[in-house]
């Protein structure tokens, strides 16, 4: 059974990165079998504008994560490093 408050965040995350006003956008998706999707966008191409925008998003969900699974910033950090380096780029 599907939860429905992530029913609900899906919903708004949808809504929200059609807005016309958005400078940058970051979607990581993960279906059940394990396949990854993400999607990375911003209006500029000067490199740090674009480090900031990607350290705003990833500063975001890194708090968001450890939050919600009762962990510390660092250790959500460092797993995600590892998740990184292993990661493919499409």
């Keep these: 059974m599907t939860n429905p408050r992530f029913e609900e965040v899906k919903t708004e995350a949808a809504e929200a990165v059609s807005g016309n006003d ?3 956008v970051y979607t990581g998706i993960v279906h059940e ?3 990854h999707e993400y999607y990375f966008g911003n209006d500029t191409e000067e490199a740090a504008e674009l480090r900031e925008a990607a350290a705003v998003q ?3 969900l890194v708090r968001v994560l450890a939050d919600r699974s009762d962990s510390p910033v660092e250790e959500i950090a460092d797993l995600a490093v590892k998740r990184a380096e292993q ?4």
């Design 22 to 24: 958005l400078r940058s």
């Design 33 to 35: 079998n394990g396949r």
């Design 58 to 60: 990833l500063g975001m």
């Design 87 to 90: 990661m493919e780029l499409r």
